[in-house]
């Protein structure tokens, strides 16, 4: 006597096959990863592991007259800073202003073939030093941010269109 196979027979079990512990493991570690990426603290202690605080850009010095300045640009976490010193590293620089640009990131101005992210330059009309630094605003708009040096104050006065 022939015995026939049934088409009815049971199928290796799949899921057995499919839930294996390194399978659970990985799925376990997806879905943690997940959840924790939808949090903001834990993103925001992330990034303050892996991005610096700040990261110097750029750095100028200049004389008006007989004052010596140093500024330096630099792109914070979330905004760019221009910060103004009095003074030479040689000698101490006292902090003057600072400026911040929240949800602004880098940019360059083409200056006679140079790329420059921050510069000056005296006015041909009126002889005032007027400090430049470039910069994207959070919607990709290009912005000039031009400060103009009043002798008077001792201070840098914004002359560019301030945005929010």
């Not at 140079?114 to 430049?132: A, H, I, M, R, T």
């Not at 000039?144 to 008077?152: E, W």
């Amino acid at each position: 006597m022939v015995e026939q196979k049934s088409n009815n027979q049971k199928p290796n079990n799949v899921l057995k096959d499919v839930l294996t512990p390194s399978t659970i493991f990985l799925f376990v570690i997806a879905v943690l990863f997940a959840v924790l990426s939808t949090s903001q603290g834990v993103r925001n202690g992330l990034e303050k592991i892996f991005y610096p605080e700040q990261k110097v850009l750029s750095k100028i010095s200049f004389q008006i007259a007989d004052k010596a300045f140093v500024v330096y640009k630099f792109k914070r976490r979330n905004s760019i800073q221009i910060d103004i010193f009095e003074g030479t590293p040689d000698q101490g620089e006292t902090l003057l202003q600072t400026f911040t640009f929240d949800g602004d990131e880098n940019a360059m101005l083409q200056v006679k073939d140079v790329p420059v992210s921050l510069g000056v330059s005296e006015g041909s009309v009126s002889g005032d030093f007027e400090l430049f630094a470039p910069t994207i605003d959070r919607f990709g708009g290009s912005r000039l941010n031009v400060f103009r040096y009043d002798a008077g104050l001792n201070q840098f006065l914004q002359i560019s269109p301030e945005s929010n």
